[in-house]
């Protein structure tokens, strides 16, 4: 008995922290856990910026729009759900325009928690102009747990 419950609680603690470690994405209420190893089998993307709490830094991680393109989201706007609970609302027209990625490294480093990570969504505001505003800043949200579509 005490080996199946010593099992059992391997088992569940796993799970838990599969789900903890995983990005939560949410589309008509069903979630869908997306790990960084599921994150890197899609094609990779760097962009060299530097944001409002990071000096000119390489951020390498997926497209937003092949991450919802491959998870079959189509929605026209998404939220994004730090761990604090921070939100924000982008459109995914301009994702698509800007390219805009989730990053899950930071100058070649997989990103924790003290690293703006797990994951990080990044404009390249160095490239061009327009991003360089307050907006954009609110936009990066950093320490993702969550995004969904709305």
Same mark, same amino acid.
């Given at each position: 008995?005490? !080996?199946?419950?010593?099992?059992?609680?391997?088992?569940?603690?796993?799970?838990?922290?599969?789900?903890?470690?995983?990005?939560? =994405? #949410?589309?008509? +209420?069903?979630?869908? !856990?997306?790990?960084?190893?599921?994150?890197?089998?899609?094609?990779?993307? $760097?962009?060299? @910026?530097?944001?409002?709490?990071?000096?000119?830094?390489?951020? @390498? +991680? /997926?497209?937003?729009?092949?991450? =919802?393109?491959? *998870?079959? /989201?189509?929605?026209?706007?998404?939220?994004?759900?730090?761990?604090?609970? %921070?939100?924000? @609302? =982008?459109?995914?027209?301009?994702?698509?325009?800007?390219? /805009?990625?989730?990053?899950? &490294?930071?100058?070649?480093? %997989?990103?924790?928690?003290?690293?703006? +990570?797990?994951?990080?969504? #990044? *404009?390249?505001?160095?490239? *061009?102009? $327009?991003? &360089?505003?307050?907006?954009?800043?609110?936009?990066? /949200?950093?320490?993702? &747990?969550?995004?969904?579509?709305?």
């Amino acid at each position: 008995m005490k !080996y199946i419950f010593l099992m059992l609680s391997i088992f569940f603690s796993n799970l838990c922290s599969a789900e903890e470690d995983a990005l939560v =994405l #949410i589309h008509h +209420g069903t979630k869908i !856990y997306i790990t960084t190893a599921d994150l890197e089998k899609l094609p990779s993307w $760097e962009i060299k @910026t530097s944001t409002n709490f990071t000096p000119q830094s390489i951020f @390498t +991680g /997926v497209k937003l729009s092949d991450l =919802l393109e491959n *998870y079959h /989201v189509s929605s026209e706007v998404i939220r994004a759900f730090a761990w604090d609970d %921070y939100s924000y @609302t =982008l459109p995914v027209a301009e994702l698509i325009k800007y390219s /805009v990625i989730l990053a899950y &490294k930071k100058n070649n480093e %997989y990103m924790d928690m003290s690293e703006m +990570g797990p994951y990080a969504i #990044i *404009y390249p505001r160095d490239n *061009y102009h $327009e991003l &360089k505003t307050l907006e954009v800043n609110a936009k990066t /949200v950093w320490q993702v &747990k969550t995004i969904e579509s709305l």
